[in-house]
């Protein structure tokens, strides 16, 4: 089942009681939203084109081929700065994998805010 979202969309891969694999698109020119975590870590691993990773306010360039791993709590987004789509790979692990487990810092589409969860 695909999932669309104002920055492209992602499908489930894979759903268990201790991960969830998803393959997600991000649309040229757009971003996910700057957002952490409270109970997953996730491991990201570009499959195609090239990603800007804001973690925990460094920007990192990643690469098709690399990963990059996003500790529990730990600020991320992700934005695509080129003109082709960028895929990747994001595996989740930890004790829950709901989409309310989105703490969310900063959107660029109008979505909620979690500013009184922004203590850490």
Same mark, same amino acid.
């Given at each position: 089942?695909?999932?669309e979202?104002?920055?492209?969309?992602y499908?489930?891969?894979?759903?268990?009681?201790?991960?969830?694999?998803?393959?997600?698109?991000?649309?040229?020119?757009?971003?996910?939203?700057?957002?952490?975590?409270?109970?997953?870590?996730? =491991?990201?691993?570009?499959?195609?084109?090239?990603?800007?990773?804001?973690l925990?306010?460094?920007?990192?360039?990643?690469?098709?081929?690399?990963?990059?791993?996003?500790?529990?709590?730990?600020?991320?987004?992700?934005?695509?700065?080129?003109?082709?789509?960028?895929? =990747?790979?994001?595996?989740q692990?930890?004790?829950? =994998?709901?989409?309310?487990?989105?703490?969310?810092?900063?959107?660029?589409?109008?979505?909620?805010?979690?500013?009184?969860?922004?203590?850490?």
């Open positions: 089942m695909i999932e979202r104002p920055w492209g969309f499908e489930i891969l894979l759903e268990t009681g201790y991960t969830k694999v998803k393959q997600i698109t991000v649309n040229p020119g757009q971003k996910l939203s700057y957002q952490y975590h409270l109970k997953r870590k996730e =491991f990201w691993t570009i499959v195609k084109g090239t990603a800007t990773i804001i925990d306010d460094e920007n990192i360039l990643v690469f098709q081929g690399e990963s990059i791993n996003i500790p529990l709590r730990a600020k991320h987004r992700i934005i695509n700065e080129t003109a082709e789509p960028i895929i =990747f790979i994001e595996v692990t930890g004790s829950y =994998f709901g989409e309310d487990d989105i703490i969310r810092i900063d959107d660029e589409y109008g979505r909620e805010i979690n500013i009184s969860n922004l203590s850490r």
